[in-house]
């Protein structure tokens, strides 16, 4: 089975709360890193350097791997001017591309809708997690999401395969009817036909997978295994995404944060594995994003929420290597004393990839001009 | 029977979250409409709920435990206006947990919505500016005598008063400068002294007490005396009765689309906003003369999309899961997956309660819906349904009969158990095909698939 999908595709993973960027690329050789942290601080043993300033924490030992083979780019000090400390607004603004009022159409949404104009598949964007992002939300853009890929769909519980198919032809046959009955009841009826063949096309996607890469047992791996499959099904998806929660790490950070590193970046890197596996690595990109950087100085357990975050990209066509520039960490610099400023618009990352990855127009997506990257190999 | 068993229906889902049918038969054979509506209005002719048995369930700091409990109040409540009331008023004002991250005052200020949510819209904003909760998420308490900070005083007119063209710049610095020292008093801390909300405090040194011209009246106002003045605006009244309207009666488009979109039903708001100037904005009054009117009463068939929290609430009331208090009802809100906190299908069909996304509050009508959250609206009454041990399931099968009868009879017998639940005639017709298909199966199965199919319907979507 290698149904090679020739179009690239891009998948985005949300690290959800905040990531220390710091404690991810660690600026191992600055004073004011280790004058600002004095708990939260990795020690000698702990980093593994990739130049005379940098260090990858060692927890993400898989990241130092694809850094050396140059399939991994650090985008560093990634925001936007008077960064929201607000993780939910923070999130929005992300999604939305809009710092200023609340936005409402995703930029991945409007996305979908120019790779996929007429709407003619349910899957061309899919989420893989629980609830749509707002990333992917755009009324009148059918995208899919799924938090359980054998469980997708209606009427899964019912074991036996005839009741099944009864209760799916009832299904059917209920909101079928409701085209035509009124605008809502009619777009419910649609939403749930797009349910169905969604889940029709999945359906043969477990059965088709077959792979020796052997994903760890966290939830970023399960989610990246899913993008996996269904990618390797060639159904046309241009667009995943995901998320891997639990970076708000105010407390108990030195526990948490290195086991949420680690599960991320042996996820990533089982996945680009299993797509090599299936010669299908070459069109696939991986942006790593999370809404904030985390504050300069620590809490004496963890640290608040901040801003100059970090973003990824990953992939067999990514040129791999450090983009923008390191957030200084001169006090004189921080944002209201205590936040590191950034140092690239995020929307120039998103403009990066939609028009250097999915030959999409960035500008009506991202709303503006946006410095961009060069990262891929085109 | 004393009333009309549909239509009393149709009121519990609009008032409450829906009755069973055991409270249908009970309803209509001993009380008249007019009754129920004025029963559903003077909630205190009713017990509250024995909270204190309640909490020993249910303790703890988590926002998800007091969302829990919430649930728990909607769903066994004896007085569903007054919580539906509560629900109503966290849509309009919304205040989320993601700022202060303290559960506590936002249970608090729901408490208060129950208290004051009947009353005269008076006392309603007097509350909600003494609520800490609001204070600290509109920033009034940054609100000082000689540096004013205009949010609470502009969302005051924009969201929970008149709306967008009613007032001007100068009205909202003006109200701002009225509430200046209105603040709150720090709770006491989390540890050792366990779960505290705030209480509001007033600062007389902090308060601008110079003449102030609001909507064209001169004086040395107040907070108190600003409200006095919004209350008797007919902007105001207006403004509260589209909202009713929308909640209550019919999806309307959102809310910063009212400025410019006429009303769907511009003599329904009209005969509500009358009805509130005549009784000086008493909510209660209000909320009479929309349930007895006769556009309530044909708006059963009136597209309005329930929201998660209604979807959920009636359901937990059908299965009668929660009818008693025990663990894990913090589980709509998040459940627990490998140690790690997981959304719950509240989150997962878009209504995080207690946190909504922002001032505006949420989305919704047909905005509660895409694939996602539908299929998790559907997955979610399957798997509910889908245990015959919980006693209002197992209840439900009993009744539901056989699939040997006639088709039509069957159905009719499920849509009725579900709460009376009003579907269009072709949902009705492919039910009846679905029951005929499921003859030759086991019939306990067949029912119970039934059953499951009734709640996975579009029109179940629908309050």
Same mark, same amino acid.
């Not at chain 1, 350097?49 to 694809?66: C, E, G, V, Y």
């Not at chain 1, 957030?327 to 209201?336: G, I, Q, T, Y």
């Given at each position: 089975m290698t149904t090679k999908n020739s179009e690239k595709t891009l998948v985005v993973v949300q690290l959800t709360g905040g990531n220390d960027f710091m404690n991810t690329i660690v600026p191992y050789t600055n004073s004011h890193y280790y004058d600002a942290r004095k708990k939260?601080?990795?020690?000698?043993?702990?980093?593994?350097?990739?130049?005379? @300033?940098?260090?990858?924490?060692?927890?993400?030992?898989?990241?130092?791997?694809?850094?050396?083979?140059?399939?991994?780019?650090?985008?560093?000090?990634? !925001?936007?001017?008077?960064?929201?400390?607000?993780?939910?607004?923070?999130?929005?603004?992300?999604?939305?591309?809009?710092?200023?009022?609340? &936005?409402?159409?995703?930029?991945?949404?409007?996305?979908?809708?120019?790779? =996929?104009?007429?709407?003619? $598949?349910?899957?061309?964007?899919?989420?893989?997690?629980?609830?749509?992002?707002?990333?992917?939300?755009?009324?009148?853009?059918?995208?899919?999401?799924?938090?359980?890929?054998?469980?997708?769909?209606?009427?899964?519980?019912?074991?036996?395969?005839q009741l099944r198919d009864k209760a799916l032809q009832a299904f059917k046959d209920i909101y079928g009817q409701a085209i035509g009955s009124g605008v809502v009841a009619e777009y419910i009826g649609k939403t749930g036909l797009d349910v169905l063949r969604g889940a029709d096309m999945l359906s043969e996607v477990a059965e088709n997978y077959n792979s020796t890469v052997e994903y760890a047992d966290n939830s970023i791996a399960k989610s990246l295994r899913d993008v996996a499959r269904?990618?390797?099904?060639?159904?046309?998806?241009?667009?995943?995404?995901? $998320?891997?929660?639990?970076? =708000?790490?105010?407390?108990?950070?030195?526990?948490?944060?290195?086991?949420?590193?680690?599960?991320?970046?042996?996820?990533?890197?089982?996945?680009?594995?299993?797509?090599?596996?299936?010669?299908?690595? =070459?069109?696939?990109?991986?942006?790593?994003?999370?809404?904030?950087?985390?504050?300069?100085? /620590?809490?004496?357990?963890?640290?608040?929420?901040?801003?100059?975050?970090?973003?990824?990209? %990953?992939?067999?066509? *990514?040129?791999?290597?450090?983009?923008?520039?390191?957030?200084?960490?001169?006090?004189?610099?921080?944002?209201?004393?205590?936040?590191?400023?950034?140092?690239? #618009?995020?929307?120039?990352?998103?403009?990066?990839? +939609?028009?250097?990855?999915?030959?999409?127009?960035?500008?009506?997506?991202?709303?503006?001009?946006?410095?961009?990257?060069?990262?891929?190999?085109? | 029977m004393k009333s009309d068993r549909a239509l009393v229906a149709h009121l519990m889902r609009r008032a409450g979250f829906g009755a069973t049918p055991a409270e249908l038969d009970s309803l209509s054979s001993e009380k008249t409409y007019d009754e129920i509506v004025d029963d559903l209005v003077n909630p205190d002719r009713f017990e509250p709920i024995d909270m204190s048995h309640v909490e020993r369930y249910y303790g703890g700091e988590p926002v998800a435990v007091h969302v829990g409990k919430w649930l728990y109040r909607m769903a066994n409540t004896s007085r569903p206006l007054e919580e539906k009331m509560s629900l109503f008023l966290h849509h309009i004002f919304p205040v989320a947990w993601g700022k202060s991250e303290h559960g506590p005052s936002l249970y608090s200020e729901i408490e208060m919505f129950r208290k004051v949510g009947l009353g005269s819209f008076r006392d309603i904003l007097r509350a909600l500016s003494r609520d800490p909760a609001m204070i600290f998420w509109l920033d009034n308490n940054e609100n000082h005598k000689d540096e004013i900070n205009e949010n609470y005083g502009r969302e005051l007119l924009e969201l929970f008063s008149m709306g967008v063209g009613n007032y001007t710049e100068d009205d909202i610095k003006n109200a701002s400068r009225a509430f200046t020292g209105w603040t709150f008093r720090q709770p006491l801390s989390l540890y050792p002294y366990g779960h505290h909300a705030a209480d509001f405090e007033f600062l007389p040194n902090d308060h601008d007490y110079g003449e102030k011209e609001f909507l064209g009246e001169k004086g040395n106002f107040d907070g108190d005396e600003i409200i /006095?003045?919004?209350?008797?605006?007919?902007?105001?009244?207006? %403004?509260?009765?589209?909202? +009713?309207? $929308?909640?209550? *009666?019919?999806?309307?488009?959102? *809310?910063?689309?009212?400025?410019?979109?006429?009303?769907?039903?511009?003599?329904?708001?009209?005969?509500?906003?009358?009805?509130?100037?005549?009784?000086? !904005? $008493?909510?209660? *009054?209000?909320?009479?003369? +929309?349930?007895?009117?006769?556009?309530?009463?044909?708006?059963?068939?009136?597209?309005?999309?329930?929201?998660?929290?209604?979807?959920?609430? &009636?359901?937990?009331?059908?299965?009668?899961?929660?009818?008693?208090?025990?663990?894990?009802?913090?589980?709509?809100?998040?459940?627990?997956?490998?140690?790690?906190?997981?959304?719950?299908? +509240?989150?997962?069909?878009?209504?995080?309660?207690?946190?909504?996304? @922002?001032?505006?509050?949420?989305?919704?009508?047909?905005?509660?819906?895409?694939?996602?959250?539908?299929?998790?609206?559907?997955?979610?009454?399957?798997?509910?349904?889908? #245990?015959p041990s919980k006693p209002g399931v197992s209840a439900m099968l009993k009744k539901a009969g056989s699939l040997d009868g006639d088709p039509d009879q069957l159905v009719d017998r499920c849509l009725d158990l579900l709460g009376g639940i009003n579907v269009r005639d072709e949902t009705r017709a492919s039910l009846v095909k679905y029951a005929s298909n499921l003859k030759n199966e086991k019939s306990e199965v067949g029912v119970h698939n039934l059953i499951q199919m009734t709640a996975a319907t579009v029109d179940y979507q629908f309050a």
């Open positions: 939260i601080v990795l020690g000698q043993d702990d980093f593994l350097p990739i130049n005379d @300033t940098l260090a990858i924490n060692k927890n993400a030992a898989p990241f130092k791997r694809m850094f050396d083979e140059g399939n991994m780019a650090i985008i560093q000090g990634i !925001g936007y001017p008077n960064s929201n400390r607000s993780h939910f607004r923070g999130m929005d603004i992300w999604h939305t591309c809009e710092p200023d009022k609340v &936005g409402s159409e995703g930029w991945l949404g409007l996305a979908v809708r120019e790779i =996929d104009t007429r709407g003619e $598949n349910v899957l061309t964007g899919v989420n893989i997690g629980q609830g749509l992002p707002r990333a992917m939300a755009v009324a009148g853009v059918p995208v899919t999401s799924i938090s359980d890929l054998e469980g997708y769909g209606v009427m899964k519980r019912l074991e036996q395969e269904i990618h390797l099904s060639g159904l046309g998806t241009r667009i995943f995404y995901t $998320n891997h929660g639990g970076y =708000d790490t105010h407390a108990n950070e030195m526990p948490a944060h290195p086991k949420l590193i680690s599960d991320l970046s042996g996820a990533i890197s089982d996945f680009i594995d299993d797509l090599e596996e299936h010669e299908a690595a =070459d069109d696939v990109a991986i942006l790593v994003f999370t809404e904030f950087g985390r504050r300069m100085r /620590d809490n004496g357990s963890g640290t608040d929420h901040g801003s100059g975050g970090g973003a990824f990209l %990953f992939g067999k066509n *990514v040129k791999g290597g450090l983009y923008s520039d390191y957030p200084s960490l001169d006090p004189a610099n921080w944002e209201h004393s205590e936040d590191l400023q950034h140092t690239i #618009d995020f929307r120039g990352i998103y403009g990066t990839v +939609l028009q250097q990855w999915l030959e999409i127009e960035a500008k009506p997506i991202v709303k503006g001009d946006f410095e961009q990257i060069s990262p891929f190999y085109l | /006095d003045i919004i209350v008797k605006q007919p902007a105001t009244a207006r %403004f509260i009765s589209r909202h +009713l309207y $929308n909640f209550f *009666v019919e999806d309307e488009v959102q *809310v910063p689309s009212w400025e410019t979109v006429p009303p769907k039903n511009p003599e329904a708001v009209e005969e509500l906003t009358t009805a509130y100037m005549e009784s000086q !904005g $008493n909510i209660g *009054v209000v909320l009479k003369t +929309l349930f007895s009117s006769q556009f309530f009463r044909k708006a059963a068939n009136k597209p309005k999309v329930k929201s998660p929290a209604e979807l959920i609430v &009636g359901v937990i009331r059908q299965t009668g899961e929660f009818s008693q208090p025990k663990p894990g009802i913090h589980e709509f809100a998040v459940t627990t997956l490998n140690g790690s906190p997981f959304e719950g299908p +509240l989150a997962i069909m878009g209504q995080r309660l207690m946190n909504p996304p @922002t001032v505006e509050g949420w989305h919704t009508g047909f905005e509660w819906i895409d694939s996602g959250t539908l299929s998790e609206r559907v997955g979610f009454v399957e798997q509910q349904f889908a #245990d």
